[in-house]
């Protein structure tokens, strides 16, 4: 199987992760529920009034880190992104599903935006085995 389609059965589709960012030189990591992309990018939601946000725009590369099953030996990956923000209504009904409404209400809420991870680098974890993808 090509490295590509080993991450894709860690990423693709929807699931929990775990974002780091950087703020005053320290790491900042939190739980955000994203969507895997066929390219490797990764998408998710999340509140314009964040410190996530904040620090994303100060400091757009952001670590990752995805585990995609129950056991301890399940494959995982570690990605290197670059993070783009999204405030155009296109990208967030494009995004929007219902799903958002508890957080949100509806895709014109100027607080809700889109956050789309574009992977410089992968590490893909399977057994005892590291594999590189990059950019």
């Not at 739980?31 to 904040?54: E, W």
């Not at 574009?118 to 057994?127: A, D, L, N, S």
């Amino acid at each position: 199987m090509e490295l590509k389609d080993k991450i894709l059965e860690v990423i693709g589709g929807e699931h929990v992760a775990a974002v780091a960012t950087v703020s005053e030189g320290e790491p900042k990591v939190r739980f955000m529920a994203l969507v895997g992309n066929d390219d490797l990018s990764l998408t998710g939601a999340t509140m314009k009034s964040s410190r996530k946000v904040q620090q994303i725009r100060e400091k757009p590369v952001v670590a990752i880190s995805i585990w995609s099953g129950k056991n301890y030996s399940d494959p995982y990956v570690v990605m290197e992104s670059m993070t783009e923000v999204y405030e155009d209504m296109n990208m967030k009904k494009l995004f929007w599903n219902p799903n958002l409404e508890q957080y949100f209400q509806t895709p014109e809420n100027p607080d809700y935006v889109v956050v789309k991870f574009v992977p410089q680098r992968i590490e893909y974890y399977g057994g005892m085995v590291m594999e590189a993808w990059e950019r």
